[in-house]
């Protein structure tokens, strides 16, 4: 499974929302109901860090201006107002079959 | 708290070997499927290797696959990868993780530098 994310780079004034595309080559969706895209954001010199597992559940300790969408083999990824500790690079991941990962987003913020 | 701990990192010669080990605690290793992931100089993050909790099940990345062997020991909670003849485009951090398809936790990485 091929993973895209758009843009690769974006530059975002803090309190302004940020989007980033990821679209999946196949469907996501399992058998079970459940669609298996997560995104991580890793921050310069460290390892990835979970945002939003099975599309839109955002996990634990993760701030509420991070917001997941989508279905199928198109995602979304939002934030609502950049903050300054936002910065980094934004990666989808396909868990249905083995382990893709989009190409990443990096985000600067102005 | 779940820990993973990366060792083995290194700087070797193209055609060479080197193994990795990953040291996991503050959880059931021995039920978890576990994964190895890297990362090239400035680049992004691409899956290397699966096995599941009795290593009945391998799977590769296609550029590792012949190379690189996956392994643990439940015993020693222990992680293992296991990289022969070595090229300059697998110089990465390589990072171990838990897979529950969601990968959590990281560890920290390793580097692992090709070069002559």
């Known amino acids: 499974i091929v993973m895209t994310q758009t843009p690769l780079s974006l530059s975002v004034t803090p309190g302004q929302p940020a989007s980033i595309s990821c679209k999946s080559s196949r469907s996501l969706l399992h058998s079970d109901g459940k669609t298996y895209l997560y995104w991580y954001l890793q921050k310069p010199g460290q390892s990835p860090q979970i945002l939003i597992s099975e599309v839109s559940s955002r996990f634990s300790g993760v701030p509420d201006r991070f917001s997941g969408s989508g279905s199928g083999t198109d995602f979304t990824l939002k934030i609502s107002r950049v903050e300054a500790e936002d910065a980094g690079v934004y990666y989808c991941?396909?868990?249905?079959?083995?382990?893709?990962f989009g190409q990443g987003t990096k985000v600067e913020i102005k | 708290e779940e820990q993973l701990v990366e060792s083995g990192g290194h700087l070797v010669q193209p055609g060479g070997s080197l193994s990795l080990s990953c040291a996991a605690s503050?959880?059931?290793?021995?039920?978890?499927?576990m994964t190895w992931v890297r990362q090239a100089p400035g680049k992004g993050l691409e899956w290397v290797a699966t096995?599941?909790?009795?290593?009945?099940?391998?799977y590769y990345v296609d550029s590792v696959k012949g190379r690189f062997t996956i392994s643990r020991d439940n015993a020693k909670n222990s992680l293992y990868l296991q990289m022969n003849s070595l090229r300059v485009d697998d110089t990465s951090i390589y990072y171990c993780t838990r897979d529950g398809r969601l990968l959590l936790p990281w560890g920290q990485g390793t580097l692992v530098t090709v070069s002559s």
């Open positions: 096995i599941n909790p009795d290593e009945s099940e391998k």
């Open positions: 503050g959880f059931m290793f021995s039920t978890s499927w």
């Open positions: 991941m396909q868990g249905l079959d083995l382990r893709t």
